[in-house]
């Protein structure tokens, strides 16, 4: 069975179009990439588990701000390159993307030194219109910005 991971797009219109908010992945892996990078606020959840609440659960973790609660707009599925599947859903909102305060994780840094180092799992966050979200989110997750600009016509 693939990896289930679930996320929010959260949106918002602005007199130029419409503006998706994304995190950068934390972490010395992370650190000097940013096109190709980026990614909606996401994590996995286990089968079985509600895969909305799950979204909800992992915006918070990873931004620090509770997601709003606007109608979710659901934005389907999508299969990563690795294989994990990836479902999302679009709400309507706003926050402030330098105020991000992301949950951290430990990991061996550097490799084989035998130290265990704690980094933030989103290192920062911003807001995008929907072209500039394109060059800077995974290519995977592209299909969510398309059934986006569908959704917000």
Known sequence: MPKLSAGIVLFRRRGTGVEVFLVHPGGPFWKNKDNGAWSIPKGEYSAGEDALAAARREFEEETG?????????????????GGKVVSAWAVEGDCAAERIRSNMF?????????????????DRAGWFALPEARQKLVAGQHGFLDRLAESTG
């Open 106 to 122: 430990e990991m061996e840094w550097p490799p084989k030194s035998g130290k265990t180092q704690q980094f933030p799992e989103v």
């Open 65 to 81: 701000f509770a997601c709003p609660q606007g109608d979710p707009v659901a934005l389907g599925e999508l299969k990563q390159a």
